[in-house]
């Protein structure tokens, strides 16, 4: 499968409430009217949580500020996205969705771009993760001077392992990595007033805001935690990167 991310920073003129509010209650169940023209797979928004750790985690690595959330749309392939919107119905959607973006996200500050997902671990045993879930959404902007296949290969076959060596300690349930591909469908987006897109993202979820406050009461959490930003800062560029909790609305899902 294929997945689009859409990082997403609201409409100076909205508040946060009223910017999640609007995304989740009257964009959402317009999205879900679209996937058949669109040959949606899967869908689901992931909120900003406002919390302290986002603070910690930004301060120590030297990141950006949060943005408002994520979007994540998943086709079967890269093909069904383009065909989909090669049909005067699928046109038709897309431009019903991009029109009601604009009444509540800032294009020139977020990002749209594909990826394909790396699923380094999953320790939930299948089991849906509750509604106290949190999950650790880290935008990621490769090191300067490092070409985008050297990011992926450091992040994939070093860094992936090490994240799974140290999941019990820092209680992590699931994690994945998403790299940016297609660039010449990316720069089609860039052109359409969109800021520049990112090398990929990772998400790491928690079972609960609990657990994420005990990776950090240990010892050991905390040596886990550091090990991971001193090996991020191989191949990521941490002032053009960011790392904040969001909470996973799942909108619909095709895929089962």
Known sequence: MIKLVYVITRRADLSASAFHDYWLNRHGPLVARQAKALRLRKYVQSHLVDHAANEGMRAVRGMLAPV??????????????????????????????SQDEAKFIDFS??????????????RTGG????????????????????????CHRTWLADHGPLVRSVAEVLHMKKYVQSHTVAPEWNARVL?????????????????????????????????????????????????????????EHLIFDHTA
């Open 68 to 97: 408002d959330g994520i979007t994540e749309v998943w086709w079967d392939s890269f093909a069904d996205l383009e065909a989909a919107y090669a049909t005067d119905e699928g046109a038709a959607a897309g431009r019903t969705l």
């Open 109 to 122: 500050k977020s990002q749209v771009f594909l990826t394909e997902e790396h699923l380094i671990f999953d």
């Open 127 to 150: 089991k849906p993760l509750g509604p106290d879930a949190l999950k650790v959404t880290y935008l990621l902007a490769r090191k300067h001077g490092l070409s985008q296949q050297d």
């Open 191 to 247: 052109a359409a007033g969109f800021a520049a897109p990112l090398d990929g993202i990772t998400e790491v979820w928690i079972g609960s805001e609990a657990e994420l406050g005990r990776g950090g009461e240990t010892e050991a959490g905390r040596n886990a935690g550091a090990a991971l930003v001193e090996d991020e800062r191989r191949f990521v560029e941490m002032g053009a990167s960011r790392c904040f909790l969001t909470r």
